[in-house]
């Protein structure tokens, strides 16, 4: 059974830092895609930045480009999102997601993903 557990949101204020986790069970996490993706009040669910184990390939949203940096552990099949220089408009609920894609081009879209976690609250205050 897929599990995709996030950890590590909270309520930090602007220009501040939080690192978020996902560790993931399951799979085969060399196989898989992994995103984070964000969902605020009102909002769809955007991509935020995403990694294809399988081939290297990584996504940045442009709104967090410079600020977030995805990584990956695979001796603890985590992925780690740090996030730096956090605004406001960074506010969200945080998810996982993970899936067996190929296609680059949808690397970065929600409905490509089959798992989700749970997801994690992140707030920034002004």
């Known amino acids: 059974e897929v599990q995709l557990v996030e950890s590590g949101g909270g309520l930090v204020q602007a220009g501040g830092s939080l690192r978020l986790s996902c560790a993931a069970s399951?799979?085969?996490?060399?196989?898989?895609?992994i995103g984070w993706f964000r969902q605020a009040p009102g909002k769809e669910r955007e991509g935020v930045s995403c990694?294809?184990?399988?081939?290297?390939?990584?996504y940045y949203a442009d709104s967090v480009k410079g600020r977030f940096i995805i990584s990956s552990d695979v001796a603890k099949n985590t992925v780690y999102l740090q996030m730096n220089s956090l605004k406001p408009e960074d506010t969200a609920v945080y998810y996982c997601?993970?899936?067996?894609?190929?296609?680059?081009?949808?690397?970065?879209?929600?409905?490509?993903?089959?798992?989700w976690g749970q997801g994690t609250q992140v707030t920034v205050s002004s």
């Open positions: 997601a993970a899936d067996p894609l190929r296609d680059p081009l949808v690397l970065h879209l929600a409905h490509a993903y089959h798992y």
């Open positions: 399951g799979f085969s996490f060399d196989d898989y895609a």
């Open positions: 990694i294809n184990r399988s081939d290297g390939s990584t």
